[in-house]
């Protein structure tokens, strides 16, 4: 049974920071792209960064500078460092694993950044 587990969610003040993590398991997870979405009311869902298998890296021009991804294969886990936050960057952030024809979601973490 695959399970994508986020964790690290929360309110937060502008200008902070927040760190998520997205721990895996059922998958083999060093094959897997990683993925990290979020989904503001009313707004499509959105890719926010991602880590290849060989680490590379791709950031939303929203978030460069700001949020960096990263994976630890022994622990089947991938994060997101979210710095220098503002409002709208509240949303509903999901983690997801893809290779090839298969991507998994996890159940999403809420993050408000808020005064």
């Known amino acids: 049974q695959v399970q994508l587990v986020e964790s690290g969610g929360g309110l937060v003040q502008p200008g902070g920071s927040l760190r998520l993590s997205c721990a895996a398991s059922?998958?083999?997870?060093?094959?897997?792209?990683m993925n990290w979405y979020r989904q503001a009311p009313g707004n499509q869902r959105e890719l926010v960064a991602t880590?290849?298998?060989?680490?590379?890296?791709y950031y939303a021009d929203s978030v460069k500078g700001r949020f960096t991804i990263s994976r630890d294969n022994h622990k089947n886990t991938v994060y997101l460092q979210m710095n220098s936050l503002k409002p709208e960057d509240t949303a509903v952030y999901y983690c997801n694993a893809v290779f090839h024809s298969l991507a998994y979601w996890g159940q999403g973490t809420q993050v408000t950044v808020s005064p």
């Open positions: 880590i290849t298998t060989g680490g590379n890296t």
């Open positions: 059922g998958i083999m997870f060093s094959m897997y792209t």
